[in-house]
């Protein structure tokens, strides 16, 4: 098997397709992602995207936090690690008290062929976000990390509210401004939807309270992906029938089918901010002005622009540079684990 990803990988090299990650001698960006990876499987491809850019030298990602209360989920999540060549990376989850749901595709982190696992990982149990979090921001130098929140802003929230402890001084406020470059989140709706200008985004009403904290208390920028962004971004199902042959299971791929079988094109909501947040001088989107972004009781989301403001939301301006974000999803998504990855490497 690793003959064939360095075979694909010189190939694509070969296209200049991984020659772009990150320019001489800038560091990757550290990267931190949160997500509900257990409904939709746009997280999954999110997640995908995310190995790729590391193999590419674009980003490194310091943990993996769950907003959903499932105990498949950061499971599942360490298996898709562990099939990128990464399954050390640290995990944490919201527990109880976060949101509850099911997933379709969690059923993979079981799943044996022969008796032997499909996707193996060694994870059983995981411990708090909030904790995994000080610890990976207290590890790393002054404003050097970027957080990509593509699910409900539990951990986040409970972040702000952390205390000084054993492993940081700082408060969880005080944290995030002396560590966190900028925020770029998957909530929202900033652009009207089929005609509704106060469309509820799902990933701000299942968690209300912790999303208006959020957007009230979070030192630094903010870039919102609204839902209008990703919905106008369909992932092609033929990506999903053609791209991901080279290996006989692939975990991006059997979860969009278990999540909804092609054909079926799926927004791509997560991607875009992660997109964003580890390429964001890439001109792939333009941005809103500065502005202030409110949660109100029902879960809309509010924004009133203000040129002192710290929040942000992604443009697409035209349908040119909505074919290109498109090619560079598909392309990153579907991009084989690099060899050096496969080596622990």
Not at 45 to 54: F, V, Y
Not at 283 to 307: H, I, M, R, W
Request: charged share 20%; with cysteine.
């Amino acid at each position: 098997m690793r003959a064939v990803w360095k075979t694909l990988i010189a190939g694509a090299a070969l296209l200049g397709l991984l020659g772009d990650g990150a320019a001489p001698g800038a560091e990757p960006v550290g990267l931190i992602f949160d997500t509900d990876i257990c409904g939709d499987c746009d997280d999954v491809l999110a997640l995908g995207m995310i190995h790729s850019l590391q193999s590419r030298g674009a980003c490194r990602l310091l943990a993996v936090t769950v907003t959903v209360d499932n105990d498949k989920a950061p499971q599942f999540v360490d298996a898709v690690n562990t099939f990128y060549g990464r399954g050390e990376i640290p995990i944490g989850v919201v527990g109880k008290g976060g949101v509850v749901e099911n997933g379709k595709y969690l059923v993979l982190a079981d799943q044996k062929d022969d008796g032997r696992p499909r996707y193996p990982h060694d994870l059983t149990t995981a411990p708090a976000a909030v904790t995994v979090l000080r610890k990976a921001l207290a590890a790393q130098p002054d404003q050097s990390v970027v957080i990509a929140q593509v699910g409900f802003s539990t951990n986040l929230a409970q972040l702000l509210d952390s205390p000084p402890d054993a492993i940081s001084p700082l408060s969880g406020v005080d944290l995030v401004k002396a560590k966190v470059r900028f925020l770029s989140l998957m909530a929202g709706a900033f652009e009207p939807i089929e005609g509704n200008k106060r469309y509820l985004e799902y990933n701000v009403v299942k968690d209300v309270p912790s999303c208006a904290k959020l957007v009230e208390k979070w030192p630094t920028e903010m870039v919102f992906s609204g839902f209008e962004i990703g919905i106008s971004l369909p992932y092609p199902a033929t990506s999903i029938e053609r791209d991901y042959g080279y290996v006989a299971h692939h975990p991006l791929a059997e979860a969009y089918i278990l999540y909804i079988p092609p054909p079926h094109n799926r927004p791509t909501w997560d991607l875009t901010s992660v997109l964003y947040a580890i390429q964001p001088d890439r001109g792939y989107f333009d941005l809103s002005k500065p502005g202030d972004v409110t949660v109100e009781k029902d879960g809309f989301t509010k924004y009133v622009e203000n040129p002192k403001g710290r929040s942000r939301f992604l443009v697409l301006p035209d349908d040119a540079r909505r074919a290109r974000v498109l090619e560079a999803l598909v392309q990153l998504s579907s991009q084989p684990p690099c060899p050096r990855a496969e080596a622990g490497k």
